[in-house]
């Protein structure tokens, strides 16, 4: 059972908008700790996505942002690509300075 | 360019004791801006923070799994290692060195991992 709660799957078709969501609580997301988004593809270390809530590292297409809001924060894709079939997690900070991830996302592009 | 290196035997049995060493190249362990630590993934499942040292020594560790782990921190030679005592099958998994960006007033956010090693298998097995 994982600290943060994602759904385990979404799909949507080459050019469509998904959005995956992230469930946190008054300890973690809630308490003010930015969310971070990571992607990996099979096999390979997870890569940082976005950072701080809604900042892309260099070389992260703008097709890809973030949000939060209270308890939850979200990651949108748009203009969907088959190479972005791959696993999504969200992280935070909890309370003790210690992170905290999401189940997981797999990303179906159909 | 900085680079992390995980290394450390691949089969460990029962009830020992896992230890994994992360070597740091390219770059300086002793640095304000991070943190350095230890995430795992079982097969086919999620992440899990396992905890992170900073290179004066101090920890964090995820409480769930406070009372197995040590990281501990040599900078002379540039490594941060990983003990982690009495373990399973459930501790089965990909562990993954990381460079975590710390609450050192210099990035706009803080605690996330913006550099990952690429990962050693550990197999548990008696």
């Known amino acids: 059972q994982s600290v943060l709660t994602q759904p385990p799957s979404v799909s949507g078709a080459p050019g469509q908008r998904v959005t995956i969501s992230c469930t946190g609580s008054?300890?973690?997301?809630?308490?003010?700790?930015?969310v971070h988004w990571y992607q990996q593809l099979p096999g390979t270390a997870p890569k940082l996505l976005i950072y701080?809530?809604?900042n892309r590292p260099s070389g992260v297409p703008d097709r890809f942002s973030g949000s939060k809001s209270g308890t939850s924060a979200s990651l949108a894709i748009t203009g969907l690509l088959a190479e972005d079939e791959a696993d999504y997690y969200c992280q935070s900070y909890d309370s003790g300075l210690v992170g905290v991830f999401g189940g997981g996302t797999k990303l179906t592009v159909l | 360019q900085l680079q992390l290196q995980e290394s450390g035997p691949g089969l460990v049995k029962t009830s020992e004791t896992l230890s994994l060493t992360c070597t740091v190249f390219g770059g300086s362990i002793s640095s304000y801006t991070y943190y350095w630590g230890w995430i795992r993934q079982p097969p086919g499942k999620g992440l899990e923070w396992i905890g992170t040292?900073?290179?004066?020594?101090?920890?964090y560790y995820n409480p769930s799994l406070k009372s197995r782990v040590t990281i501990s921190v040599d900078t002379s030679k540039m490594q941060f290692s990983l003990n982690l005592n009495s373990v399973t099958a459930a501790d089965t998994a990909v562990y993954y060195c990381a460079r975590i960006l710390r609450d050192s007033g210099y990035s706009a956010s803080y605690g996330y991992v913006d550099l990952w090693g690429r990962g050693t298998l550990v197999t548990v097995s008696s």
């Open positions: 008054s300890s973690n997301i809630g308490a003010g700790y930015d």
């Open positions: 040292i900073y290179y004066s020594g101090s920890t």
């Open positions: 701080g809530n809604n």
